[in-house]
């Protein structure tokens, strides 16, 4: 029943998430301006790797990732993602 919203930027490159009914489906972005609940920006990909499956902190030295939104969202977010034991 958690439905949330969000942008995702990697460089230049700029994604929106639907999390809803526990899908997440993602589309391109462009330039257009959409408003989000939560948004997550890092020079490359690489960077969502460290946080969102290797579970390291967003303040943890040496991570690229920033969030933006509330925080509580942001680490309920990442907490649904989980490498396959």
């Known amino acids: 029943g958690w439905e949330v919203t969000v942008r995702f930027e990697v460089g ?3 994604f929106l998430g639907h ?4 899908e997440l489906r993602i589309e391109r972005m462009g330039d257009r ?3 989000t609940d939560i948004a997550f920006r890092a020079p490359d990909a690489n960077a969502y790797l460290w946080v ?5 902190p967003l ?3 040496g991570i690229t990732l920033e969030a933006e939104g509330d925080p509580a969202l ?3 977010f990442i907490g649904l ?3 396959p034991e």
Do not use: C, I, N
């Open 12 to 14: 230049k490159d700029r």
């Open 19 to 22: 999390l809803t009914g526990g």
């Open 33 to 35: 301006e959409v408003a």
């Open 52 to 56: 969102f499956y290797g579970k390291q």
């Open 59 to 61: 303040d943890a030295p």
């Open 74 to 76: 942001v680490t309920r």
């Open 81 to 83: 993602f989980r490498l």
